[in-house]
């Protein structure tokens, strides 16, 4: 992992052009030979968009490994560039909200697009603002100190373990400090609704309403999408959701998923489809990977 470190750090000189290329190269790579993963993000495609032929679904899928593996490399750009190259490459739209978050507790709402590393940064950089967030320390070593420098080394950030469930989140808030919330992962039935995610059953946490309505807190929904023609990243901050989450924490969960639906329709090759978002089934349904 060392070599694998150094070797980013290597390639981070490079114009985000050439290292752009390079990321696509090497999901083209993967999309050959990493069969399970290939079996998951097609399947996933398939549940979601049914109307669309195979090739479609395909090429969708090729390009999602492209885009995964290209957020990867450039992540070398994030975790050793200058701030000034950075704050070049990155696009903030409209603007950091930084009156609504000062306002009272505040969830920043970052689906799970391939360039998940980048809204607290380009938050960070273009605000005086510190942050907290969920954090699941990685099996390696290496890559674990990688990502802690990486994602704090303009501002210290606070990591919080998620076995110790909503508590110390809640805390932090009321201490001032916006949560980055990822929220659109399947970790089983604990604390979690099956709400449609493209028409499916999705086992989907709740933790959104429930902070919300614990904490009285403004949702900022936060998305970093590639620019075209390998110009970086734009990072779209969408209005305070109004009313979140009324008196049904079921709705206003579906009310989330229909939001992250809609933006993958506007980028869908960028959402992270090589995860299991259905592994959780109803009772009585089959395991529509069929891996296990």
């Known amino acids: 992992m060392r070599a694998l470190i150094a070797l980013m750090w290597l390639l981070h000189w490079l114009p985000l052009p050439i290292l752009g290329r390079l990321g696509e190269g090497l999901g083209s790579l993967l999309f050959i030979i990493m069969k399970p993963r290939r079996h998951i993000t097609l399947t996933n495609l398939l549940l979601c968009f049914p109307e669309k032929t195979q090739a479609e679904r395909e090429t969708i899928a090729r390009q999602h490994f492209q885009a995964y593996a290209r957020s990867a490399l450039e992540r070398g750009v994030l975790w050793w560039a200058s701030e000034a190259r950075l704050k070049r490459l990155m696009v903030v739209e409209p603007r950091v909200p930084v ?57 210290p950030v606070t990591l919080l373990a998620r076995e110790k469930g909503v ?53 900022v929904p936060m998305i970093t999408t590639f620019l075209p023609n390998y110009k970086g990243w734009k990072t779209t901050f969408y209005p305070a959701w109004e009313n979140y989450p009324g008196g049904d924490i079921v709705e206003a969960t579906r009310r989330m998923n229909a939001f992250i639906e809609e933006r993958v329709l506007e980028a869908p090759s960028e959402y992270f489809w090589a995860h299991k978002r259905f592994k959780t089934h109803p009772p009585g349904t089959p395991n529509v990977y069929g891996l296990d």
């Open 99 to 155: 009156d609504i978050i000062k306002s009272g507790p505040t969830i920043l709402l970052c689906p799970h697009f391939v360039c998940l590393e980048i809204p607290g940064i380009a938050l960070v950089l273009n605000s005086d603002l510190s942050i907290c967030t969920i954090y699941s320390k990685q099996q390696n070593e290496i890559i674990d100190q990688a990502l802690l420098k990486g994602r704090s080394r303009f501002r």
């Open 167 to 219: 508590k110390p989140i809640i805390r932090a808030m009321r201490d001032g400090l916006p949560f980055i919330m990822l929220p659109d992962m399947d970790f089983g039935m604990r604390d979690a609704e099956f709400v449609p995610f493209f028409g499916v059953p999705a086992a989907t946490l709740t933790a959104t309403a429930r902070i919300a309505a614990a904490t009285h807190a403004n949702v």
